[in-house]
């Protein structure tokens, strides 16, 4: 097994890999005994593309994913291809929406990482943005908590954010970062431009050159004891936000 294959579990993210990524796709392990029409649908696409089946027994299963929560199924993969930051801005413009995007700065949990890719498919983004060095890479534990948007969500890895900052700037895309000290709540930016919602990691938040990148800082306001959110349920808010008032203004994208 090469040391960068994931390992998929379950079957909406199986369903997901093999529809959206087939050729990447090279082994397909499923319960011995679990015969429904799930896996019988998977077992066929991958007897399709010439992937290796095997019928196995459950513990496994659940040495081959780390735990039992695959529903009997678990694959193997190549992990999905990044694309170029100027490709995605420029099927944006093709599109002729308002571009949405997410901007990952040195997260560093993969949890953190795949639930944040989990939130952005959910909002129909048009990209993912995020550092390539000191921060969470596309792995299986990602994967696993990604649900199958690891293959519905463009993903952008660079290898220096304030130049893919620059980069969206010139391309008339907002970029508002994420602060506790944000200059104003997240619900009085106006989303419905062209925006990057621009997110730090758990412990320092953005960092300093990121900040000073960012055209505008807002905040989410906290009405309770604790002072910030985790980075996914932050995005989550952030991106539904501009959701929110995309479709409130009928905005397209």
């Known amino acids: 097994m090469a040391a960068r294959d994931l390992i998929i579990g379950g079957l909406h993210a199986a369903r997901m890999a093999f529809e959206r990524a087939g050729g990447d796709v090279l082994e397909l392990w499923l319960r011995r005994d ?12 991958a007897r399709a593309l010439g992937v290796s089946v095997q019928r ?11 735990d039992d929560h695959h529903q009997g199924v678990v694959l193997r993969r190549r992990p999905p291809p990044t694309v170029d930051l100027k490709t995605v801005l420029a099927r ?15 997260v560093q949990d993969p949890r953190n990482f795949g639930a944040c890719l989990r939130a952005a498919d959910g909002a129909g983004v048009d990209a993912v943005i995020f550092t390539r060095d000191r921060a969470a890479g596309i792995s299986s534990v990602v994967a696993k908590t990604a649900s199958g948007a690891l293959d519905s969500v463009p993903l952008v890895a660079v290898a220096n954010l304030a130049s893919a900052l620059r980069l969206l700037a010139e ?15 997240i619900y009085q930016a106006d989303l419905t431009l062209p925006s990057a919602l621009v997110l730090g990691n ?14 505008q800082l807002v905040t989410i306001p906290m009405h309770g004891q604790v002072s910030s959110l985790n980075v996914a349920t932050a995005a989550a ?12 203004k009928g905005v397209d994208g």
Not at 92 to 106: I, P, R
Not at 171 to 185: E, K, R
């Open 171 to 185: 391309a008339g895309v907002w970029t508002l970062g994420a602060a506790h000290d944000g200059a104003i709540p």
């Open 56 to 66: 196995v027994d459950l513990p496994t299963l659940n040495r081959l994913y780390g």
């Open 202 to 215: 758990e412990g320092e938040g953005l960092r300093r050159l990121t900040r000073e990148r960012c055209d």
């Open 34 to 45: 679990h015969e429904g029409e799930g896996p019988r649908e998977l077992e066929a696409q």
């Open 92 to 106: 944006a413009a093709a599109a002729g929406h308002a571009a949405l995007l997410l901007v990952l700065d040195n």
């Open 237 to 248: 808010v952030c991106l539904f936000e501009a959701r929110r008032q995309r479709a409130a």
